[in-house]
Protein backbone atom coordinates (compact mmCIF):
# COMPACT_ATOMS: atom_id res chain seq x y z
CA UNK A 1 0.00 0.00 0.00
CA UNK A 2 1.23 3.77 -1.15
CA UNK A 3 1.64 5.81 2.17
CA UNK A 4 -0.95 8.07 2.79
CA UNK A 5 -0.02 10.92 4.01
CA UNK A 6 -1.95 14.29 6.91
CA UNK A 7 -2.06 16.93 4.20
CA UNK A 8 -4.51 19.29 6.48
CA UNK A 9 -5.70 19.01 10.21
CA UNK A 10 -9.00 21.09 10.24
CA UNK A 11 -11.04 22.05 13.48
CA UNK A 12 -14.65 22.42 13.28
CA UNK A 13 -16.25 24.09 16.09
CA UNK A 14 -20.25 24.12 16.58
CA UNK A 15 -22.85 24.09 18.69
CA UNK A 16 -26.00 22.71 17.38
CA UNK A 17 -27.62 22.40 20.84
CA UNK A 18 -26.76 23.61 24.76
CA UNK A 19 -23.16 21.96 24.32
CA UNK A 20 -20.59 23.41 22.19
CA UNK A 21 -19.00 20.44 20.20
CA UNK A 22 -14.95 20.10 18.39
CA UNK A 23 -14.31 17.69 15.57
CA UNK A 24 -11.05 17.82 13.53
CA UNK A 25 -10.96 16.27 10.55
CA UNK A 26 -7.69 15.01 8.70
CA UNK A 27 -7.29 15.07 5.07
CA UNK A 28 -4.99 12.92 3.22
CA UNK A 29 -2.87 13.55 -0.30
CA UNK A 30 -5.41 10.31 -1.14
CA UNK A 31 -7.73 12.53 -3.33
CA UNK A 32 -11.19 12.16 -0.77
CA UNK A 33 -9.57 10.13 1.69
CA UNK A 34 -10.22 12.09 4.92
CA UNK A 35 -11.03 10.91 8.45
CA UNK A 36 -13.11 12.43 11.84
CA UNK A 37 -12.14 12.58 15.57
CA UNK A 38 -14.05 13.94 18.43
CA UNK A 39 -12.03 16.42 20.67
CA UNK A 40 -14.89 18.02 22.60
CA UNK A 41 -13.92 19.90 26.08
CA UNK A 42 -16.90 21.62 25.61
CA UNK A 43 -16.30 24.45 28.95
CA UNK A 44 -12.65 25.37 27.24
CA UNK A 45 -13.34 24.61 23.67
CA UNK A 46 -11.29 27.36 22.07
CA UNK A 47 -8.16 26.23 24.29
CA UNK A 48 -8.52 23.15 22.37
CA UNK A 49 -8.99 24.44 19.28
CA UNK A 50 -6.08 26.97 19.49
CA UNK A 51 -3.61 23.75 20.93
CA UNK A 52 -4.91 21.90 17.59
CA UNK A 53 -4.39 25.29 15.75
CA UNK A 54 -1.02 26.18 16.91
CA UNK A 55 0.78 23.23 18.09
CA UNK A 56 -0.53 19.64 17.02
CA UNK A 57 -1.23 20.48 13.58
CA UNK A 58 2.28 21.95 12.59
CA UNK A 59 3.66 18.90 14.01
CA UNK A 60 1.20 16.42 12.17
CA UNK A 61 1.76 18.00 8.02
CA UNK A 62 3.44 15.34 6.10
CA UNK A 63 3.02 12.28 8.58
CA UNK A 64 1.94 8.89 7.63
CA UNK A 65 -2.10 8.11 8.54
CA UNK A 66 -1.12 4.70 9.11
CA UNK A 67 1.16 5.22 11.81
CA UNK A 68 -1.43 5.53 15.21
CA UNK A 69 0.48 4.13 17.32
CA UNK A 70 3.86 6.23 16.99
CA UNK A 71 2.20 9.69 16.69
CA UNK A 72 -0.02 9.41 19.42
CA UNK A 73 2.84 8.77 21.46
CA UNK A 74 4.65 11.02 20.33
CA UNK A 75 1.92 13.80 20.54
CA UNK A 76 1.46 12.74 24.06
CA UNK A 77 5.09 13.49 25.00
CA UNK A 78 6.68 16.20 22.38
CA UNK A 79 5.05 18.81 24.76
CA UNK A 80 6.70 17.56 27.63
CA UNK A 81 4.30 18.42 29.97
CA UNK A 82 1.44 15.83 29.28
CA UNK A 83 -2.35 14.54 30.56
CA UNK A 84 -3.77 17.74 31.12
CA UNK A 85 -7.57 17.45 29.59
CA UNK A 86 -6.94 20.03 26.62
CA UNK A 87 -3.79 18.23 25.14
CA UNK A 88 -5.90 14.69 25.50
CA UNK A 89 -8.85 16.30 23.65
CA UNK A 90 -6.48 17.73 20.86
CA UNK A 91 -4.87 14.36 20.44
CA UNK A 92 -8.06 12.49 20.99
CA UNK A 93 -9.42 14.63 17.50
CA UNK A 94 -6.56 13.04 15.95
CA UNK A 95 -6.13 9.48 16.87
CA UNK A 96 -9.88 9.21 16.40
CA UNK A 97 -9.76 10.64 12.75
CA UNK A 98 -6.76 8.56 11.89
CA UNK A 99 -8.56 5.36 13.38
CA UNK A 100 -11.43 6.55 10.98
CA UNK A 101 -8.99 6.53 7.87
CA UNK A 102 -7.62 3.14 8.73
CA UNK A 103 -10.92 1.65 8.54
CA UNK A 104 -11.89 3.33 5.52
CA UNK A 105 -8.02 2.63 4.04
CA UNK A 106 -9.47 -1.48 5.02
CA UNK A 107 -12.40 -1.57 3.94
CA UNK A 108 -13.66 -2.13 7.57
CA UNK A 109 -15.46 -0.51 10.72
CA UNK A 110 -13.31 0.40 13.08
CA UNK A 111 -14.80 -2.20 15.63
CA UNK A 112 -13.14 -4.63 13.46
CA UNK A 113 -9.94 -3.21 13.47
CA UNK A 114 -10.10 -4.04 17.13
CA UNK A 115 -10.66 -7.57 17.00
CA UNK A 116 -15.07 -8.30 15.86
CA UNK A 117 -17.56 -7.90 17.72
CA UNK A 118 -18.88 -9.64 21.11
CA UNK A 119 -22.30 -8.39 20.83
CA UNK A 120 -24.03 -7.18 17.99
CA UNK A 121 -25.65 -3.80 19.65
CA UNK A 122 -25.13 -2.59 23.39
CA UNK A 123 -27.30 -1.79 25.81
CA UNK A 124 -27.88 2.02 26.99
CA UNK A 125 -28.85 3.73 29.85
CA UNK A 126 -30.52 7.41 29.53
CA UNK A 127 -31.64 10.46 32.38
CA UNK A 128 -34.83 9.96 33.89
CA UNK A 129 -35.02 13.00 35.95
CA UNK A 130 -37.74 15.94 37.63
CA UNK A 131 -38.39 18.02 39.94
CA UNK A 132 -40.55 15.48 42.01
CA UNK A 133 -40.30 12.32 42.79
CA UNK A 134 -44.05 11.96 40.72
CA UNK A 135 -42.31 13.30 37.90
CA UNK A 136 -38.74 11.25 38.10
CA UNK A 137 -41.45 8.16 37.80
CA UNK A 138 -43.20 9.01 34.95
CA UNK A 139 -40.00 9.63 33.14
CA UNK A 140 -38.80 6.11 33.91
CA UNK A 141 -41.84 4.85 32.77
CA UNK A 142 -42.10 6.71 29.63
CA UNK A 143 -38.60 5.06 28.85
CA UNK A 144 -39.18 1.32 29.82
CA UNK A 145 -42.79 1.93 27.94
CA UNK A 146 -39.78 2.61 24.74
CA UNK A 147 -37.62 -0.37 25.52
CA UNK A 148 -35.60 1.02 27.82
CA UNK A 149 -33.78 -1.42 30.53
CA UNK A 150 -31.72 1.38 32.37
CA UNK A 151 -32.56 4.42 33.71
CA UNK A 152 -30.47 6.67 35.38
CA UNK A 153 -32.69 8.60 37.85
CA UNK A 154 -32.41 12.01 39.11
CA UNK A 155 -34.08 14.05 41.33
CA UNK A 156 -33.12 17.38 40.76
CA UNK A 157 -30.12 18.58 38.84
CA UNK A 158 -26.72 17.33 39.83
CA UNK A 159 -26.82 18.21 43.53
CA UNK A 160 -31.09 17.73 44.13
CA UNK A 161 -33.20 20.28 44.26
CA UNK A 162 -31.02 22.87 45.10
CA UNK A 163 -30.86 24.91 48.55
CA UNK A 164 -33.38 26.99 50.63
CA UNK A 165 -31.00 27.70 53.57
CA UNK A 166 -30.30 31.06 54.10
CA UNK A 167 -27.08 32.39 52.06
CA UNK A 168 -24.86 34.42 53.95
CA UNK A 169 -25.35 38.50 52.98
CA UNK A 170 -23.50 39.70 50.18
CA UNK A 171 -23.14 36.15 48.78
CA UNK A 172 -22.30 35.70 45.15
CA UNK A 173 -24.67 34.33 42.49
CA UNK A 174 -23.96 30.17 41.79
CA UNK A 175 -25.35 26.75 41.42
CA UNK A 176 -26.02 26.78 45.34
CA UNK A 177 -26.76 23.28 46.59
CA UNK A 178 -27.19 21.51 49.92
CA UNK A 179 -25.44 18.03 49.84
CA UNK A 180 -27.13 16.88 53.09
CA UNK A 181 -31.02 17.85 51.15
CA UNK A 182 -29.86 16.27 48.23
CA UNK A 183 -28.77 13.23 49.83
CA UNK A 184 -31.79 12.51 51.94
CA UNK A 185 -34.12 13.36 49.15
CA UNK A 186 -32.14 11.52 46.59
CA UNK A 187 -32.00 8.43 48.49
CA UNK A 188 -36.12 8.51 49.40
CA UNK A 189 -36.36 8.87 45.60
CA UNK A 190 -34.47 5.90 44.34
CA UNK A 191 -36.30 3.56 46.83
CA UNK A 192 -39.79 5.00 45.50
CA UNK A 193 -38.69 4.79 42.13
CA UNK A 194 -37.94 0.95 42.70
CA UNK A 195 -41.06 0.18 44.38
CA UNK A 196 -42.94 1.71 41.37
CA UNK A 197 -40.62 0.06 38.62
CA UNK A 198 -40.50 -3.23 39.65
CA UNK A 199 -37.56 -5.54 40.46
CA UNK A 200 -36.65 -6.22 36.58
CA UNK A 201 -35.69 -2.70 35.90
CA UNK A 202 -31.71 -1.55 36.09
CA UNK A 203 -31.75 1.63 38.18
CA UNK A 204 -28.50 4.01 38.25
CA UNK A 205 -27.68 7.48 39.62
CA UNK A 206 -24.90 9.93 39.46
CA UNK A 207 -23.76 11.79 42.78
CA UNK A 208 -21.67 13.66 40.24
CA UNK A 209 -18.98 14.02 43.50
CA UNK A 210 -21.14 16.31 44.70
CA UNK A 211 -20.88 14.47 48.76
CA UNK A 212 -17.84 14.41 51.02
CA UNK A 213 -16.11 10.69 51.55
CA UNK A 214 -18.18 10.17 54.53
CA UNK A 215 -21.76 10.60 53.34
CA UNK A 216 -20.76 8.92 49.97
CA UNK A 217 -20.49 5.48 52.04
CA UNK A 218 -23.78 6.20 53.87
CA UNK A 219 -25.32 7.03 50.25
CA UNK A 220 -23.44 3.79 49.44
CA UNK A 221 -25.20 1.81 52.42
CA UNK A 222 -28.43 3.30 52.32
CA UNK A 223 -29.35 2.57 48.64
CA UNK A 224 -27.94 -1.02 49.23
CA UNK A 225 -31.58 -2.55 49.51
CA UNK A 226 -32.77 -1.01 46.17
CA UNK A 227 -30.70 -3.27 44.10
CA UNK A 228 -28.79 -0.18 42.11
CA UNK A 229 -26.84 -1.32 38.76
CA UNK A 230 -24.73 1.24 39.61
CA UNK A 231 -24.06 4.32 41.76
CA UNK A 232 -21.91 6.92 39.22
CA UNK A 233 -19.00 9.32 40.54
CA UNK A 234 -19.52 8.97 44.14
CA UNK A 235 -16.12 10.86 45.02
CA UNK A 236 -14.50 13.56 43.12
CA UNK A 237 -10.83 11.56 41.83
CA UNK A 238 -8.82 13.51 44.20
CA UNK A 239 -10.56 11.41 46.35
CA UNK A 240 -9.83 8.09 45.04
CA UNK A 241 -8.56 6.23 48.27
CA UNK A 242 -11.56 6.48 49.91
CA UNK A 243 -13.07 4.09 47.26
CA UNK A 244 -11.86 1.24 49.65
CA UNK A 245 -13.88 1.99 52.31
CA UNK A 246 -17.15 2.48 49.95
CA UNK A 247 -15.89 -1.43 49.00
CA UNK A 248 -15.61 -2.52 52.89
CA UNK A 249 -18.80 -0.87 53.75
CA UNK A 250 -21.48 -1.46 50.38
CA UNK A 251 -22.09 -3.62 47.55
CA UNK A 252 -24.01 -0.97 46.03
CA UNK A 253 -22.20 -1.40 42.33
CA UNK A 254 -19.58 1.38 41.81
CA UNK A 255 -19.28 3.06 38.64
CA UNK A 256 -16.37 6.27 38.36
CA UNK A 257 -14.06 8.08 36.45
CA UNK A 258 -15.49 10.36 33.73
CA UNK A 259 -13.26 13.60 35.24
CA UNK A 260 -10.14 11.21 34.99
CA UNK A 261 -7.47 12.29 32.61
CA UNK A 262 -4.35 10.34 33.70
CA UNK A 263 -3.68 7.10 33.97
CA UNK A 264 -2.35 7.09 37.48
CA UNK A 265 -5.96 8.19 38.40
CA UNK A 266 -7.48 5.07 37.06
CA UNK A 267 -4.47 2.54 37.52
CA UNK A 268 -5.58 2.01 41.55
CA UNK A 269 -9.07 1.98 41.31
CA UNK A 270 -8.94 -1.03 39.33
CA UNK A 271 -5.90 -2.65 40.36
CA UNK A 272 -7.43 -2.31 43.64
CA UNK A 273 -11.16 -3.13 42.46
CA UNK A 274 -12.60 -0.58 44.38
CA UNK A 275 -14.99 0.12 41.31
CA UNK A 276 -17.19 -1.87 38.59
CA UNK A 277 -17.17 -0.01 36.03
CA UNK A 278 -14.78 2.16 34.09
CA UNK A 279 -16.48 5.48 33.03
CA UNK A 280 -14.19 7.64 31.62
CA UNK A 281 -15.01 10.32 28.71
CA UNK A 282 -12.81 8.78 25.87
CA UNK A 283 -11.52 12.82 24.30
CA UNK A 284 -10.74 13.16 27.78
CA UNK A 285 -8.28 10.56 27.96
CA UNK A 286 -6.81 11.04 24.58
CA UNK A 287 -8.86 9.02 22.03
CA UNK A 288 -9.72 5.67 21.22
CA UNK A 289 -6.23 4.64 21.23
CA UNK A 290 -5.52 5.01 25.60
CA UNK A 291 -9.39 3.87 25.62
CA UNK A 292 -9.14 0.49 23.92
CA UNK A 293 -5.70 -0.11 26.17
CA UNK A 294 -7.83 1.14 29.51
CA UNK A 295 -10.69 -1.19 28.36
CA UNK A 296 -7.91 -4.17 28.28
CA UNK A 297 -6.37 -3.61 31.50
CA UNK A 298 -9.74 -3.21 33.04
CA UNK A 299 -10.80 -6.42 31.77
CA UNK A 300 -8.25 -7.79 33.64
CA UNK A 301 -9.34 -7.27 36.86
CA UNK A 302 -12.46 -7.78 35.94
CA UNK A 303 -14.00 -4.60 35.82
CA UNK A 304 -16.72 -3.56 32.68
CA UNK A 305 -16.69 -0.29 30.83
CA UNK A 306 -19.41 2.18 31.18
CA UNK A 307 -17.83 5.46 28.86
CA UNK A 308 -19.24 8.42 29.24
CA UNK A 309 -22.22 9.41 27.06
CA UNK A 310 -23.88 12.74 27.49
CA UNK A 311 -24.51 15.56 25.54
CA UNK A 312 -21.00 17.04 25.41
CA UNK A 313 -19.56 14.28 23.53
CA UNK A 314 -19.53 15.13 19.91
CA UNK A 315 -21.87 12.55 17.96
CA UNK A 316 -18.71 11.27 16.68
CA UNK A 317 -17.33 10.53 20.05
CA UNK A 318 -20.34 8.85 20.56
CA UNK A 319 -19.69 6.66 17.81
CA UNK A 320 -16.31 5.94 18.62
CA UNK A 321 -17.84 4.58 22.15
CA UNK A 322 -20.34 2.52 20.18
CA UNK A 323 -17.26 0.84 18.35
CA UNK A 324 -15.42 -0.15 21.72
CA UNK A 325 -18.85 -1.50 22.99
CA UNK A 326 -19.73 -3.72 20.61
CA UNK A 327 -15.99 -5.00 20.88
CA UNK A 328 -14.70 -5.41 24.47
CA UNK A 329 -14.89 -8.20 26.62
CA UNK A 330 -15.54 -6.85 29.46
CA UNK A 331 -18.44 -4.10 28.03
CA UNK A 332 -20.96 -2.98 30.95
CA UNK A 333 -23.64 -0.03 29.67
CA UNK A 334 -23.33 2.73 27.64
CA UNK A 335 -24.78 6.16 28.44
CA UNK A 336 -26.51 7.72 25.59
CA UNK A 337 -28.27 10.87 25.08
CA UNK A 338 -30.65 10.90 22.88
CA UNK A 339 -29.36 13.16 19.91
CA UNK A 340 -32.18 15.63 18.51
CA UNK A 341 -32.88 15.76 14.40
CA UNK A 342 -31.12 18.12 14.14
CA UNK A 343 -27.79 16.06 15.26
CA UNK A 344 -28.81 13.40 12.63
CA UNK A 345 -29.03 15.35 10.44
CA UNK A 346 -25.24 17.45 11.07
CA UNK A 347 -23.90 13.95 11.36
CA UNK A 348 -25.15 11.47 8.74
CA UNK A 349 -24.46 7.64 9.78
CA UNK A 350 -24.84 9.12 13.93
CA UNK A 351 -26.08 5.44 15.55
CA UNK A 352 -29.55 4.67 16.18
CA UNK A 353 -31.40 3.18 18.83
CA UNK A 354 -33.84 0.75 18.86
CA UNK A 355 -35.16 -0.67 21.64
CA UNK A 356 -32.78 -0.30 24.41
CA UNK A 357 -29.88 -0.92 22.25
CA UNK A 358 -27.29 0.97 19.98
CA UNK A 359 -26.54 -0.51 16.76
CA UNK A 360 -22.98 0.69 14.85
CA UNK A 361 -23.82 0.69 10.97
CA UNK A 362 -21.41 -1.18 8.80
CA UNK A 363 -19.92 1.39 6.71
CA UNK A 364 -16.22 1.35 6.89
CA UNK A 365 -14.17 3.79 9.72
CA UNK A 366 -16.16 5.24 12.31
CA UNK A 367 -19.18 5.16 10.13
CA UNK A 368 -19.80 8.96 11.21
CA UNK A 369 -19.33 12.07 8.91
CA UNK A 370 -20.28 15.98 9.94
CA UNK A 371 -22.53 18.11 7.54
CA UNK A 372 -19.76 21.26 7.29
CA UNK A 373 -22.28 23.39 5.73
CA UNK A 374 -24.95 22.95 8.36
CA UNK A 375 -22.46 22.86 11.23
CA UNK A 376 -21.51 26.31 10.46
CA UNK A 377 -25.27 27.37 10.53
CA UNK A 378 -25.03 27.03 14.17
CA UNK A 379 -21.11 28.60 15.35
CA UNK A 380 -20.38 28.42 19.30
CA UNK A 381 -21.50 31.04 21.26
CA UNK A 382 -18.99 32.48 23.94
CA UNK A 383 -20.88 30.78 26.96
CA UNK A 384 -20.03 31.30 30.69
CA UNK A 385 -21.15 28.13 32.23
CA UNK A 386 -23.40 28.50 34.68
CA UNK A 387 -24.09 25.35 36.44
CA UNK A 388 -20.36 24.55 36.89
CA UNK A 389 -20.38 27.76 39.30
CA UNK A 390 -20.62 26.13 41.96
CA UNK A 391 -21.55 26.50 45.58
CA UNK A 392 -22.63 25.21 48.88
CA UNK A 393 -25.36 26.81 51.21
CA UNK A 394 -22.79 29.11 52.76
CA UNK A 395 -21.19 30.37 49.28
CA UNK A 396 -18.12 28.81 49.06
CA UNK A 397 -17.15 27.47 45.99
CA UNK A 398 -17.25 23.29 45.34
CA UNK A 399 -16.74 20.77 42.30
CA UNK A 400 -19.21 20.78 40.41
MG1 LIG B 1 -21.77 11.47 35.20
Known sequence: MATVRIEDVQIILTQPDRSRLAVV?????EPGLYGVGCATFTQRIFAVQAALEHHIKPFLIGRDVDRIEELWQMMMVHGYWRNGPVLNNAISGVDMALWDIKGKRAGMPVYQLLGGKCREAAAVYVHASGSTVDEVIASAKNF???????????????????????????????????????????????????????????LLHDIHERLTPIDAIRFAKQVEPFDMFFL??????????WFAQIRQHAATPIAMGELYNNPHEWRMVIQNRWIDYIRVHISQTGGLTPARNLAIFAHVYGVKTAWHGPQDTSPVGHAANLHLDVWAPNFGIQEWYRPSELDYAMFPGLPKIKHGYLYPNELPGLGIDIDEKLAAEYPCQPIIEDWTQTRLPDGSPVRP
Open 144 to 202: IEQGYHYIRVQLGAYGGTGSQRTRPEGSPDGAYFDPRTYMRENIAMIGQVRAAVGPDIE
Open 25 to 29: KIITS
Open 232 to 241: EDALAPEDNE
